[in-house]
């Protein structure tokens, strides 16, 4: 297939694997690692906020939890990273699909108030136990060769082995959405009473998803421990939920590379306008009220509109062209 028939989000998105690929010759590494980190977290929460329709308040439980199992398996057990990282996620899907089954026969406010209450209860869980270390986290998480080959304590070889990771974690949500089970997800966020109406078991499919976003959220949080080293409460906190949502509505909900786009800008402004530590919080509300007002579809969203809309003129154009050619042979 050539390259210039893949749709315009694909294309965005091998844009984006190719500006991976470069980007540690020009930024520093561990920046980039947390970054594509969060950008995976973004783009498992857009798919149960964009494509089902479930506004979660509580998706850092997932994130931050797979976090901690994984820096516990590492650090106290002595595990190996593959097998640490498969932990967390087994661990993130477990709690997904508990909190699926508890909150999903709730709608709207409702659903998101259930979410929110088990986070919390997670939260103190969390800081409360001497499994997480309290208040003091997990700290000095090793880095043992992973498959006992690569040796991930070079930063550049890690990064490169999660940005495998992430990009191979954002196809499988690509063809999620675009599978008959994607389109199912779709119709239950546009018309569930007419989903339920030919036959599919909504809630069936609504724990199906929950729990594939909480495992991909859990893979995020699991490759996190071991870029950062360092796992703390502001893992499992509301906060870090609220940022995750306020990456996804920047970047664009619903779409494949908002909420890369969306972490890429927090990420960044966290970074880079540390200086202005009390300013920072203001700064992205702004950055957030300015993205609602003019851009409602988010970054990524405006610009696909627009590239719609700049393909429906040319299909337009195109057409009164092949009438007026057909017309005026008529009148020859």
Same mark, same amino acid.
Request: net charge positive; proline share 2%; charged share 10%.
């Given at each position: 297939?050539?390259?210039? #028939?893949? =749709? ?28 594509? @980190? ?5 783009? /498992? ?10 506004? +979660?308040?509580?998706? +850092?439980?997932?994130?931050?939890? !797979?976090?901690? #199992? ?21 661990? #993130? ?32 869980? @969390? ?15 090793? =880095? ?80 996190? *421990?071991? !870029? ?5 409460? $502001? ?12 990456? /996804? ?6 779409? *494949? ?5 969306? *972490? ?50 040319? #299909? ?8 007026? $050619? ?7």
């Amino acid at each position: 297939m050539h390259i210039f #028939a893949l =749709r315009p989000s694909s294309l965005i998105l091998l844009v984006f694997l190719g500006a991976g690929l470069l980007a540690p010759h020009y930024v520093y590494p561990g920046f980039l690692m947390n970054l594509l @980190c969060f950008a995976l977290f973004a783009s /498992a929460y857009n798919l149960l906020v964009g494509y089902v329709g479930l506004l +979660a308040f509580g998706h +850092a439980v997932f994130f931050g939890g !797979a976090s901690y #199992a994984t820096g516990y398996m590492l650090r106290d057990l002595g595990l190996t990273p593959e097998v640490s990282i498969l932990i967390g996620v087994i661990f #993130a899907a477990a709690l997904g699909l508990v909190m699926g089954v508890t909150s999903i026969r709730r709608r709207g406010i409702y659903f998101s108030m259930i979410t929110l209450a088990l986070a919390q209860m997670f939260y103190f869980l @969390c800081a409360q136990s001497s499994v997480t270390g309290g208040e003091n986290g997990l700290t000095a998480i090793p =880095r043992s060769p992973l498959f006992g080959i690569f040796d991930i304590s070079n930063e550049l070889t890690l990064y490169y082995l999660i940005l495998a990771v992430v990009a191979a974690a954002m196809f499988v949500i690509y063809r999620t959405v675009h599978s008959p089970f994607g389109h199912v997800l779709k119709g239950i966020r546009d018309n569930e009473n007419r989903m339920i109406s030919l036959g599919y078991d909504v809630d069936r499919f609504k724990v199906i998803a929950f729990t594939l976003s909480a495992a991909l959220a859990g893979l995020a949080g699991s490759l996190k *421990a071991i !870029a950062l080293q360092l796992v703390t409460l $502001v893992d499992v906190h509301w906060s870090t939920s609220g940022e995750v949502i306020l990456m /996804a509505l920047i970047g664009g909900i619903g779409t *494949a590379v908002g909420p890369i786009i969306g *972490a890429g800008v927090i990420l960044t402004l966290q970074n880079y306008l540390t200086g202005f530590a009390e300013w920072v919080i203001t700064i992205q509300g702004a950055i957030f009220f300015l993205t609602v007002l003019l851009f409602r579809r988010g970054i990524a969203g405006e610009v696909e509109r627009l590239f719609r809309m700049r393909q429906a003129r040319s #299909a337009s154009s195109q057409k009164d062209f092949t009438t007026s $050619v057909v017309e005026s042979g008529r009148s020859t």
